[in-house]
């Protein structure tokens, strides 16, 4: 029953420490997470799962708070790449609570790769970024008031200085998504199931300790803060006996804050409902629905539910609002397996190349792995990296931006580098890098990410810009994979178009041939503007010329599709501009530029300038937004990105280069306020500065633009 601030057992083994469980319908079925080893505590020799442990999520199928069915994870120790194979079990009726129970063996695997079943089972376990969120001082404050009877002190508390205490952390997950009718067999016709997770420990004398069991959040942070002693009770025992074992003790806990905030006429008997709402200790859900987690009721919890106002404000039946959000959380979830945020960096980390390969005639392709053998965490598909380049010889490091360009789930990061004319780093990266060389990268990072839809895509490259595509392509396949496998619909419908010179200047060509060979509904188009005689049409290319609107018609591509373009800025622009004449929605357009000297909106170039105005639409309900030297100011509106998009909204004067907290070209002067980064910058801006291109206002703020 934990959630970081944990019992005194719990803590003695952070690997065994549970701080989070999460159930919520996925994209195949029921998705249970749990996270453990967190890393707010420190660095461990080796972090990771308990080797002697065993992890379990527990299912009860008929209301009575006993499990039917036991999901049991066991990890072998690390082996020298710091990977840790595990085995899962299910475990069923009488069996499953018993820890000796042997159940039998469901799936087989290792940290950080994917395991796909032929029963439809999915299983993902590896390090995570932290999707929680949380204010240290409101959570001291809340758990002091319910240790002592009184209201929830917050008078000496800034909510303008609000900070997410685990932003930036890391945790370690254990993803298991189980098809929903493997549930419902079991649950019949209600759909309701109660879960929570337990990890313990083997003694000495053979048995099995119960170290950390969660059901809902929070419970240990409202009323364990201050008593060790019922934090780790808590821990121990079965949610059947909750009510019975704690209920009292909790009753009177929170009878005495709603008493000393004058909110219930009756604070006894509002305690009662609130405890019987806690106990026994189980997260409810509905199999097949969305999952929430609010005032109103419980129904599982995804990853970006607000579980701290809602849990306080009940407990304590006064609002509570700790002043962050989800908006907080550097690192976000996704909503593809598996889930959970990567586990990211801040700055730059040394990683190794660990191959090198030609791609073609001026295309090569590196691949980064850890230095020390972790696995490098997922990434969406059309996200880059930074690389920073030591020229040697006293020269200063350059960085650059480069898409990443292979399966996000492969554990270690491709980039393809096209070498320019005059290009200094392209070209040292070609003649000078060799495979065990270290190069300093940034965590993946960007806004160019393949939608979570289900609708039609069209991928468009050009040159070098087939690299965030190829990403996308990537994660489309083995989406058509799994569904495959699954017996279901191969998926998305995807068509493929890529522009290049000809044969020798397209990098990647058998790669996406047989990508696109293993998709059952996608199509392909390939247009070289000046094949060469040994390129045979209808092997090597579709079309010799260009790639026009007209393909699309060919092709049969609707227009409601969502369109993925990269390359040179010129052809983005005139693509661009001839798809939305075509009649694809403006929305639907997205677009990745990356190329040397490329600068879209600099404010010093001479242009014409509207007048600064609030933007179009409805006026926003956020904090105030002031641009001092435009004399405008405007409520912040949650469908801006960043500050950067509100401005250019508002045709505020800007200047941007990277949009993701790189080059420090849109920092301004913060004259009053505080903002959130998401990204964090690789970084910072000068004191009393802000980087407006990945940031949003935490409360009102003026800036000197």
């Not at 994870?73 to 710091?82: L, M």
């Not at 039609?456 to 996308?472: C, D, K, Q, R």
């Not at 996406?512 to 188009?525: E, I, Q, T």
């Amino acid at each position: 029953m934990s959630h970081h601030l944990d019992s005194p057992i719990a803590r003695q083994d952070i690997r065994l420490d549970i701080t989070d469980l999460y159930v919520f319908r996925g994209q195949t079925g029921t998705v249970f997470i749990i996270n453990v080893c967190h890393s707010i505590f420190g660095p461990l020799p080796a972090p990771g799962y308990h080797p002697e442990g065993m992890y379990e999520f527990k299912v009860d199928l008929n209301s009575d708070a006993i499990e039917e069915v036991t999901y049991r994870f066991t990890f072998n120790e690390r082996d020298k790449a710091g990977k840790q194979p595990y085995i899962v079990r299910r475990i069923t009726g009488a069996d499953s609570v018993d820890p000796h129970a042997p159940g039998g063996v469901i799936a087989e695997g290792i940290t950080g790769e994917t395991v796909a079943t032929a029963s439809g089972l999915r299983i993902w376990t590896g390090k995570a970024g932290d999707p929680f969120w949380a204010e240290p001082d409101v959570l001291h404050a809340v758990g002091h008031a319910f240790q002592e009877g009184t209201t929830v002190d917050l008078s000496g508390w800034d909510p303008s200085k609000a900070k997410n205490v685990f932003d930036g952390q890391s945790v370690y997950s254990i993803v298991l998504e189980v098809p929903d009718g493997e549930l419902l067999a079991g649950a019949g016709d209600n759909r309701h199931i109660g879960v929570w997770a337990v990890a313990t420990l083997a003694t000495d004398a053979g048995g099995w300790r119960s170290i950390n069991r969660i059901g809902l959040p929070m419970i240990h942070p409202l009323f364990a803060q201050s008593n060790p002693d019922l934090g780790d009770r808590l821990n121990a025992g079965r949610p059947a006996d909750d009510f019975a074992t704690y209920g009292e003790e909790v009753i009177k806990s929170i009878a005495r804050v709603v008493s000393a905030n004058g909110t219930a006429r009756d604070p006894r008997a509002y305690a009662e409902t609130v405890a019987h709402r806690f106990f026994p200790n189980i997260l409810h859900y509905e199999v097949g629905t969305p999952a929430v987690f609010g005032f109103a009721g419980v129904n599982g919890r995804s990853l970006t539910d607000n579980v701290p106002d809602v849990m306080c404000s009940i407990a304590a039946n006064t609002p509570i609002h700790i002043g962050i959000g989800k908006e907080s959380v550097t690192s976000k979830p996704s909503l593809v397996f598996p889930y959970v945020p990567a586990a990211t960096w801040k700055g730059f980390r040394p990683l190794r190349i660990v191959s090198k390969n030609r791609e073609s005639d001026d295309v090569q392709s590196l691949v980064f792995s850890s230095d020390d053998g972790a696995v490098l965490p997922p990434f969406l598909p059309g996200q880059h990296i930074i690389v920073r380049i030591n020229l040697g010889r006293g020269q200063e490091n350059l960085t650059r931006n480069y898409s990443l360009s292979g399966s996000p789930s492969t554990g270690d990061f491709r980039i393809g580098v096209k070498r320019e004319p005059n290009g200094v780093v392209s070209t040292f990266i070609h003649q000078n890098l060799k495979v065990g060389d270290i190069v300093e990268v940034s965590a993946p990072r960007g806004n160019f990410v393949l939608s979570e839809e289900e609708g039609p895509v069209v991928l468009i490259g050009a040159g070098v810009g087939i690299t965030p595509v190829l990403a996308m392509l990537h994660s489309l396949a083995e989406s058509s994979l799994r569904l495959g496998a699954a017996g279901k619909h191969s998926g998305r419908p995807v068509w493929w178009v890529y522009a290049a010179q000809d044969s020798r200047h397209h990098p990647f060509a058998e790669e996406v041939r047989r990508l696109l060979a293993g998709m059952g509904n996608a199509r392909s188009h390939v247009v070289y503007s000046r094949p060469l005689p040994s390129d045979t049409l209808g092997v090597h290319y579709d079309l010799a010329g260009h790639i026009t609107t007209s393909i699309f018609d060919n092709l049969g591509v609707p227009k409601s599709a969502d369109f993925y373009l990269c390359g040179p800025t010129g052809f983005m622009d005139a693509m661009t501009g001839a798809l939305k004449e075509w009649g694809g929605a403006s929305p639907r357009i997205h677009i990745e530029l990356f190329g040397p000297g490329q600068s879209l909106a600099p404010a010093d170039l001479e242009t014409t300038q509207k007048k600064p105005h609030p933007p179009e639409g409805e006026p926003g309900t956020g904090p105030n937004v002031s641009f001092a030297k435009s004399g405008l100011t405007v409520p912040w509106q949650p469908r801006f990105r960043s500050i950067l998009e509100l401005a250019e909204a508002c045709d505020v004067p800007v200047k941007w280069f990277c949009r993701s907290g790189v080059c420090h070209t849109c920092e301004c002067g913060l004259i009053g306020g505080n903002v959130t980064y998401s990204p964090e910058p690789l970084d910072p801006p000068s004191d009393g500065d802000a980087l407006i291109c990945c940031s949003t206002p935490r409360g009102n703020i003026q800036l000197d633009l």
